[in-house]
């Protein structure tokens, strides 16, 4: 069992940034390979960004290579999600979710735990 909890979220203009964190408890962080992912109301949740438990890999949605950045310390606990040149189209709750498998981490159904999320508003 892990228990997700995400902060950092918040109104930003666009082109600004924002770091959010998610704080992991319970079992063990670093078993688990982690994700970012985002959801608009009446939409389906959507990629971000994940980082493997093993060698630190990461990958990217395409809408957000070269402008967020994922990582983690296992040592804390903690994910992270640096936001870059933020645009109104990445307004959306944002949520940390954790991974056992490795594998398909672009699909949220592959995920064991999630957080409760956290609202991510960028004004034109």
């Known amino acids: 069992q892990v228990h997700l909890v995400e902060s950092g979220g918040g109104l930003v203009q666009a082109g600004g940034s924002l770091r959010l964190s998610c704080a992991a408890s319970?079992?063990?962080?670093?078993?688990?390979?982690m994700g970012w992912f985002r959801q608009v109301l009446g939409k389906e949740r959507e990629f971000v960004a994940a980082?493997?438990?093993?060698?630190?890999?990461?990958n990217y949605a395409d809408s957000v290579k070269d402008r967020f950045t994922i990582s983690r310390d296992n040592a804390k606990g903690t994910l992270y999600l640096q936001m870059n040149s933020l645009k109104p189209d990445d307004t959306a709750v944002y949520y940390c979710?954790?991974?056992?498998?490795?594998?398909?981490?672009?699909?949220?159904?592959?995920?064991?735990?999630w957080g409760q999320g956290t609202q991510v508003t960028v004004s034109s």
């Open positions: 319970g079992r063990t962080f670093s078993t688990y390979s």
């Open positions: 980082i493997r438990r093993i060698g630190g890999v990461t």
């Open positions: 979710a954790a991974n056992p498998s490795g594998f398909f981490l672009d699909r949220p159904g592959k995920y064991d735990f």
